[in-house]
């Protein structure tokens, strides 16, 4: 029997400026729930329709779990996503882990796959 995907994992390089002052400031957690700050997360930039289930911080890498009432911006993927954002040579990056609906893996693995990506990304540069 062959295997599936159950989830896919992208990493982008971003310019938000709003997210990486919030990083310089180490207030990213009020910054997620300001509405500029859930703007930035949203797939269609309005604030109102994503809501922040979780963030927290550890080692410069924060996380945040969210849900997009948009829906998501790959189909056949999950609406809540998590993400890391980090400062890596003055640049912002974020992983993202995102469940495809038909075989969708646990919070904590998701959660694991994320964070062991964004050390690594770390401990390399």
Avoid: C
Wanted: hydrophobic content about 40%; glycine content about 8%.
């Amino acid at each position: 029997e062959g295997s599936t995907a159950k989830g896919l994992i992208l990493v982008n390089v971003l310019a938000e400026r709003g997210i990486m002052d919030a990083i310089e400031a180490r207030d990213l957690e009020t910054y997620f729930q300001s509405d500029a700050g859930r703007a930035a997360l949203s797939r269609k930039g309005d604030a109102s329709r994503l809501t922040v289930l979780g963030t927290m911080s550890d080692d410069g890498i924060y996380y945040v779990h969210t849900q997009d009432s948009d829906g998501p911006i790959i189909p056949d993927t999950t609406d809540d996503q998590w993400r890391v954002f980090m400062v890596v040579a003055d640049r912002l990056v974020s992983v993202s882990v995102v469940n495809f609906l038909d075989d969708q893996m646990e919070d904590g693995l998701v959660f694991a796959h994320m964070e062991s990506i964004a050390r690594r990304i770390k401990a390399l540069n």
